[in-house]
Every structure is written in C-alpha cells, then in structure tokens.
C-alpha cells in the first residue's frame, strides 16, 4: 500500500483529537441545538425581503455561499406540526407504516442496510477494529447482529425479485411525488417563509422512512406558494428557486455526493453543484438534529441555464421503461421522460428522432452515414465521456442498470441532445442493489442500446477508450482524488463521526480511497490489454 495511504487513519484521528480539544465540536452537541426563536434569524429584524440579494428573483446564483467547499453550512428548517403530521399521513398512504424494516420489493433487505431496530433506539456502532463480522464491504460499518451475506457479490440478493426493469432490475419507484407542505427556512442569520418543502427520491426515500429514520431526503421550492404569498413571488435563495438535500444514504464518508461533482465537473462533464450541510428539524418540540446532508442543486433550476445560458430547450427527467432506449420502447417515451419545462408543448419529437436514428439499419448496413446521423442529434462525445467516467468511478444506480438518474436537455444552440449526470450517492463502490458494469462494457446487452451499440462501433469504442485513459490519468487519478479525499476529511471529520462514530468514518473514507487506487489499477490493466 502507498505510505501516504496507510497514514490517513492516523492523520484522521489526530484532527478529530485536535478538533475535540479546541472545543469546535461543542457547537455540534445535540444538547446545545440551537434555538431558533433566537439564533439571530428567527426575529422579525432577520426576516428579509425580495429586496435583499439572499431572497432577490433578480440575483445570479450565489454558488460561494450555498456551495461552499472549505465549510460545512448549517440549516434549519420549521415546520408546523399539523403539516408534520399531514407528510407522515401522506407517506403512509404511499409507503405504508414507517419503521417496518429496510425492504425492497419482495421482501429484500439491501446488503449494507442497518437492521431496524424499534423506537429509535439504535445501539452504538461497534468501536473495535474492522474484520470481516464488523465492516460490510464499501467500509459501510456494521451494527451488531448485521454481516455480509455470504457468497454474495456486492448488492445481489437471495431470491428473485420480479424484473420490470432492462437488465433485471425491479420497478422501486412510486409513481406519486409526495405532498408540499410550508415550511420556514433559516440560514446564515436570514429566515426564508412559506417554502414548499417534500419528501423526495425513490430507493433512498422508501429505505430510510421503512428504517424508521427521521433523516429522509428533502426538495425545497422557495416560491411553491407564491399564489397564496404574492409578497414571496420569485422568492429565491441566493439566486435558487428549488434545492435537493440527499441524505447521504448507505454512506459512512458522507463525501460520495460531493466528490461525485468535484470529478465529473473536472472531466469536463455538466453535473449539479453540491455541498455538505447539517440539517435541524422543529416540528413543534424544538431542533433535532438530522444529521449530515448533500444539499445538492436542481438540474431543470439552474444548472443547464447556468452551463448554457439560457434553457429555452427541452428538458427532460429520465425514468421509466423508455429511458432504456431499448428497441420497442418508443411508444413509452413520452411517459419515461418527465418534462420540466415547456410543459404547454406536448412534443417528445426530439427524442423519438434520436430514437429512430439509433436503431436505423445504417448502423449495419453504413456505419460511416449511421455515425454522421447519430452526431446529428445527439452530442455523442460527451455522452461517451459520461460513460467512461460513470464506469470509472463504479456507479451502478444509471442508464446500463437503471432507467433513471440522468436528464436530456435539448440544446437551441447546437440543436445537440445533451446528457447530464444526476444523483451519484451510489457511485464510488456503494454498496447497494446492482452490480456496477465491467469497464470494457462487455456485460451491457442490447437492453441499453446507447451503450452497447456504440461500444459495438470501432470508432466510438476506441473514443470511450480514449475518456477513459483521460479520467484515469485526470479527474480520477488516484493521488489527486486521495488529496481531495482527505481534505474534505478534515472538513466533514467532526460532523460525521457524530453521525456514525469515528472508527466508522475513518474506515469508509479510507475505502474510497482504496477504490480510486483500485479502479485505477484495474482501468490501467483493460487499457492494455
């Protein structure tokens, strides 16, 4: 192992012991939750108007401050207890009784999940050293009573769950958002009202509500109720109308989500902005604190107006049988990929045309002209960047296994379909549900037509080849990745170790850089081959 490696858990332990010592920790005892009735922004003088430049629907995006890279922010988000009450009623009608066990459909526990354990009431995590009975694979810890199932790669399951997915994958998604509800915002000494505030996601949503967990995932709209309020019209927070808080799921380093937008923005691939954030609750008894989020920006808000300068193009939200683009699935398109803008224009035409020239017989019969056609709609190079680089890193919740967690926005400018990467807290060797695809894609079939088709290709298979050498040796390159790794360590140290304990911290984030060193060795190895 690298020297520098095997030094990262001693250096890990002495920030935490200087971190305890200097007493910044003492602000994160849950006995000293701050209220906020007088935290400075809870007081009519904190309440701030469309005027100011945190609340303005006229500032640019202020990603310094909601993004911050050097810091962990801290939010508080209030909400009534009658409308606490109508979310949990909600999510019992779409999810049934919460605490009822980390099950997926059919019955399965994901491997890595923590076993249910009623009211609440979880042991401690185990403080010895990591073996085979204490650590799942990935560096998730493990509570007592929990192991790795037995000869069992990571994320299979026993049994068989019924295949409503390409490639094998079960349907886990409920067609129905959650409701809204208002919900009062404070931050950085300023209070945001009137915020619609959601349950989101899908496995992440359903795993922690069934777990029993009070840290689900939240969307934020800042102007949700803008019709009732017209004095919150616009209302924005810093420049955003809506933002994501992940909940960092099955991640002991809680650094997946952000690292995930630190490696595919350097391989020069649009993907959402996202930060660390400590998150307290008041639903009428006070602050709780939930724990460690990404907040994480929303793709159809920001990001492709902020990338492209406008986002007058279609945009889409890939999810469902069609996002496949498997043969047969046309028909489907228009209820695979959601539209979050130009809802009035009832026309996927865009992606049927995509659709058709994929699968047109050129691609035998002419390669040349079937390449040329296929370049013609679609921005075929950066979708093969997103590849290599999804490949790379091991996430196997996107297209390949899944049909979800990646938009299309229809570009004005170059007339290009335009892939964007979205929700990579299963990437960097999760453990979850599905198995991350091989790096020379041979196990992807004809299921996930954009992958296998043009891997099929000569010239765009020697292009995917060429993304990957780039993000091994780049982006992804395992010293640099190491660096990143441990100075956000330093950052997140004494937040996680809260959360999860110190040894398990130390441990998950030593596994990710494992797996860069890993996955670098292993990309070195295909290449030359």
Known sequence: MNAKRITFVSLILSIALSSCLSGSVS????EMAIDTATSGSGTESGIGSLDDPGHSPDADPDYETVFPQDAVNRLDIVISP???????????????????????????QRPGDREFVPDGDRPELPAQPPSEDNVLEGGQPALPGQSQPENLPP???EGEIPDQRPGGFAQMDNTENPMWVEATIYFNGDVWEHVGIRFKGNSTLMSAWSSGSNKLPFKLDFDQYEDEYPEIENQRFYGFRQLSLANNTRDASFLREVTAGEVFSNAGLL??????YEVYLDTGDGPEY???YAMVEVVEDTVIETAYGDDDGNIYEADGVAASFASGTQGQIETSFEKENNEDEADWGDLHELYEVLHAPLRTGDPAAWREALEA?????????????????????????MTHNFYLYHNPETDLIEWIAWDKNEAFGSEGMGRALSLSLEDVSNEWPLIRYLMDDPVYAERYRTFL?????????????????????????PYAEREV?????QRAVQALIDQAYARYEAAMDYLNQ
């Open 377 to 401: 709609v679609f921005n075929v190079d950066s979708f093969l960047n997103w590849l290599a680089v999804t490949t790379l890193t091991q996430d196997w919740d996107t297209y390949g296994n």
């Open 271 to 276: 993907i959402s902005a996202s930060a660390l």
């Open 82 to 108: 009658e409308n606490w009450e109508a979310m949990q009623a909600n999510m019992t009608e779409l999810y049934g009784e919460p605490g009822t066990g980390n099950r997926m459909p059919g019955g399965q």
């Open 155 to 157: 994320g299979d399951l």
């Open 290 to 292: 939930l724990g460690l």
């Open 27 to 30: 602000a994160l005892d849950e």
């Open 469 to 493: 050498e780039q993000a091994a040796n780049g982006a992804f390159n395992p010293e640099v990745i190491e660096a990143w790794y441990t100075q956000m360590a330093e950052i997140v140290a």
């Open 501 to 505: 304990g110190s040894a398990a911290f």
